[in-house]
């Protein structure tokens, strides 16, 4: 008999409840429809489906979202009068609900505070399909083929709710016992929203937890009862296992370059193995200047336009290189998304060409994408939040996902799951690999030592330029070593090495590192509590409490003196006598800054805090050295235990470290500002290199036989000047190569002349209206650039009535969904203008006919008083010109690049800045562009040359 068969909650009568509202506040917006559907498993029993007028009109969003218009609520009842209805047809019966919390929360506002046992098909599919792209109703009714005939109506969300609800009961009967066992003793413990289900569902009730102690790590487990809290530890390291390093030959085998070169030519075996192979001169071009890099060593700079297909000129010559000499190739990208088109598409088919190649058909080529360690998740931090008596209900939702996901995954790599939004997401922080720098064993499973140990037997090691620039910074613990590094999206390197090089510290970081350690919760609790359970001895139990005890008198202190730390730096940094705070501030903090008065001050609180800073480093010290060599005594969670002392000792030490530095140590060659944002709590302090140049040359280039650095957008007024000074990629072979496209018969730029000035009063009205006209002219298909947010809104809501007059949608970012969400709707409904800002200026590709026309508000120029803009301008004799221009243009180069993505594409580009025409510099902007078609017009000839260009 299955556990399904012996205590089914299918068994019993559900209800599935469902409401639509006027809005998402429960104070402040109203109920206007309740459905609900009672039924046992696939049996529906009674429907319950009222309208409820709101007092109010309904807003066009809602109508256009539920069908429901404002005749349906305007002859509809009052809550009140259907409320003792709606509380009989629930009884007392169990509830399920879709984000139920949602509902429950109207119902109490209105004085409905229902005792019925709960259940979410949100909570049960977060858990029994870690890896689902969407957890959306509507996502999952097509998910689970339930029947969803009319989103966001009450009685059809209910009933598909209810489908959802039976067919993942059913997935959570098939769970094997242990696994359930498990989530059940999460769910009672934590007071989880599915522990009456999963109660339900367990015929021996909740069993009582094995002692770590008790548990092999990587070996047989002693029976199904003590398997590490429902995982089979032997089986996950068994699927760890990788082959052995690369062993790098004595002697290099060169790379024949003609060989190279005759593959990707039109009617080569290995042409004739990929999918749709197009020849092109430039790839070819650039795969020889590759090649003669690999062979002889050195430095090499290539910029190669849109449609030469530079990942397959740099990874041809490298994956043979790195086989025949049994050498290791880095290759470096920027963004997500070329990361992924590399692993999963251009080297799968690159190796299976090169497979049909007869000199090239024994190289056995590996390859892997390395990730940073908060991606991997830390089997140590999962098993100790699992052995925790104060897991809260997202901890143990988050546990219970990582449950199911453990017993399959191969990597730990967290893009493997959906981990929803920010709040669900948020316990991931607490078992991710990250601060595991210093892990006390090699024993168990370990995703971050597996993911290493996979790159050191590749060829080819895919990674981002955040690991490559981070693991630079912390001596290269992460990626293997290697001795060839090609850097993909290269016009990038400057700013992440930025990132990378400096820090940023809120203000909120010193409360998150005090919180994790007081209260019941806190590690000073948390190992207290562990050491009473155990066989340690009385000595070690003392000096645990004494350490507890003084961290409970030394945080509150340190808490207040860094309040008054703190709060002295922004009232000194952010004076708001002038005017009206700004919603986002940013102040450098000078030479001059600290010569004022006040910041003797600040370095006097601040030398107070860090007294009490560095005391509590040493509790944590002798808290990490009461704790070592107790293995042996069945302290529950040990391990984790000590990884998490360790990383908090860490942490400790770096926050004191960065603070001081801000304060009163700061770096000749450093940039240091601070950020208030109005819509959080406390200041950021950041800090960033002067330059990168002569660290990334020292650290990085020098140190390889071979660095390619490459991008589509890399020259400014015809050379590489500006970015080999930026980088310090000096003494590098330099090679230009221009698009296959014929930009003239694709492109046309228009330039409006009588565009007002960017600084007129006039300009947005104006730039609204050129979109407007631009959209209708294309049937939408039509994306605007903005360097400003501000600006970005302000023509969204201009825009909107005109343009769903003539039918066409408006998706602004950050204010209709994320950049994915708006892409993905933009090609589902091309007759739609998008309207995006920094994201959307590169990395963007809307191939064919989704795109058609590109606006440009104005010429991307930097903030002149953004603090590390400004401090580098300093540099230069006419910073405008050497370094603002430049900047711009990369800028406005990647932006164009959105336009026209194959060789068949079509479009027009809108440059709504007319000084690109009527400045000196604007030449440099319109030479930096492919060689297009360039018609200058005025606004009212504008629609006209679009529709003739598009319809020629």
Known sequence: MTLLQKTSPLDEAWIALDLETT??????????????????GDEEVETFQSFVNPGRQLSDFITDLTGIVQEDVDNAPAFGSIAPKLAVFLGSAPIVGHNVEFDLGFLRAKGMRLSNQICDTWELAYVLRPDAKAYGLEALAGLLSATHINPHRAVDDAQATRQVFVTLVRELADLDEPTLTEMNRLAQRSGWKLRHILNSMNSTGTRSRPKIGDIPVGGAPRDRAQLMFGLDTRALSQRLKHDRPLRPNERLVPVDRSLVEDMLQSGSVFAEALNNFDERPEQIEMAGAVTDSLNSGGRLIVEAGTGVGKSMAYLLPAAIYAALNNRRVVVSTNTINLQEQLVTKDLPAMLKGMASVPELSDLDVHFTQLKGRANYLCVRKWQNLQASDNADETEARMLAKTLRWLQTTETGDRSELNLGHRSAAAPWERLSAQGAQDCISSGGPCFLRASREKAAASHIVVVNHALLLSDLAMGGSVIPEYDILIVDEAHHLEDEATRQLGFELPQAAFDDQFQSMIGERGLFNETLSAIRRSASGASRQKSVEEASGKAALQLPQARERLALLFNGLTSALFDTTEGQRRQNDESRVTSATRSQPVWSELEIAWENADIL??????????????????DESNIPGYDGLMTEVTEATQSNAELRKRLAEFVVNP????????????RSQGIILHAAPLDVGDTLDKLLYSDKESVVLTSATLSTDGNFKHLIERVGFNDADQLLLGSPFNYEDAALLCVPRDMPEPNADDYQRAVNWAVIQAAQSSGGRAMALFTSHASLRACATAIRGPMKSAGINVLAQGVDGTPQQLVSRFLENPETVLLGTSSFWEGVDLAGDALRVLLVARLPFNVPSEPVFAARSEQYENSFNQYAVPQAILKLRQGFGRLIRTKTDRGVAVILDQRILTRRYGQAFIQSLPPVTVEPCSMRELPDKIERWLDG
Not at 23 to 40: H, M, N, Q, T, Y
Not at 613 to 630: D, F, Y
Not at 667 to 678: C, E, L, M, R, V
């Open 23 to 40: 809005g998402l506040s429960p104070e402040s917006d109203e109920i206007i429809e309740v459905g609900a559907v009672k039924f046992v």
């Open 667 to 678: 770096q000749d060659d450093g940039i240091y500002w601070a950020t208030k944002n109005s």
């Open 613 to 630: 800073i560095a005391e509590i480093g040493t509790v944590l010290s002798e808290l990490h050295k009461s704790l070592v060599g107790l």
